[in-house]
Antibody, heavy 121, light 109 residues
Framework: EVQLVQSGAEVKKPGESLKISCKGS????????IGWVRQMPGKGLEWMGI????????RYSPSFQGQVTISADKSISTAYLQWSSLKASDTAMYYC??????????????WGQGTMVTVSS | SSELTQDPAVSVALGQTVRITCQGD??????ASWYQQKPGQAPVLVIY???NRPSGIPDRFSGSSSGNTASLTITGAQAEDEADYYC????????????FGGGTQLTVL
């Protein structure tokens, strides 16, 4: 079964660091882009960035450039999203999603279950 | 431009047909993909490309595109279709990281 499994919920204090993960299985992890999406409470979906685990080519949305770091370890089929200093405004659900070209069309066809990050003093 | 605009909310009577739209300049060059999100769940791909459904998505879901507007149509809406729907596409430069539409909350009456 093709799936992305994310790490569990986190509760952190402002200023702390955090790294959450997204592990792919059932497919060639190095052959597909993996994107990260933020969903703040009661709000819509926002792209944060995307990485190609095959060569670690990484792109960031302007809104998130410099705010987070996206990485991947292809040896363990895992992508990461990390913060060096969390803020209360980082409180959100974070999803990873696999990008596929299906019949030549873009599709984010597999999604992780989400990781809830709560930042509170 | 990488902005995609959706109506915030739409309602449909049970068994009737509803169209959810997404507007943006990039849609003149690229097809939208559509995602369904139910409360407390991750998004699910329902339509991609010209009009393609992933395995397991009912055939009452269909997609179309004209000019700068992409549409998701549900023919014979069911109670379980009540959800938020988001469109997504590349931006006009071909960047994968185009913004999502703001989402449309579908209510089935």
């Amino acid at each position: 079964e093709v799936q992305l499994v994310q790490s569990g919920a986190e509760v952190k204090k402002p200023g702390e660091s955090l790294k959450i993960s997204c592990k792919g299985s059932g497919y060639s992890f190095t052959s597909y882009w993996i994107g990260w999406v933020r969903q703040m409470p009661g709000k819509g979906l926002e792209w944060m960035g995307i990485i190609y685990p095959g060569d670690s080519d990484t792109r960031y949305s302007p809104s998130f450039q410099g705010q987070v770091t996206i990485s991947a370890d292809k040896s363990i089929s895992t992508a990461y999203l990390q913060w060096s200093s969390l803020k209360a405004s980082d409180t959100a659900m974070y999803y990873c999603a696999r990008h596929s070209m299906v019949q030549g069309y873009d599709a984010f066809d597999i999604w992780g279950q989400g990781t809830m990050v709560t930042v509170s003093s | 431009s990488s902005e995609l605009t959706q109506d915030p909310a739409v309602s449909v009577a049970l068994g009737q047909t509803v169209r959810i739209t997404c507007q943006g300049d990039s849609l003149r060059s690229y097809y939208a993909s559509w995602y369904q999100q139910k409360p407390g769940q991750a998004p699910v791909l329902v339509i991609y490309g010209k009009n393609n459904r992933p395995s397991g998505i009912p055939d009452r879901f269909s997609g179309s595109s004209s000019g700068n507007t992409a549409s998701l149509t549900i023919t014979g809406a069911q109670a379980e279709d009540e959800a938020d729907y988001y469109c997504n596409s590349r931006d006009s430069s071909g960047n994968l990281l185009a913004v999502f539409g703001g989402g449309t909350q579908l209510t089935v009456l």
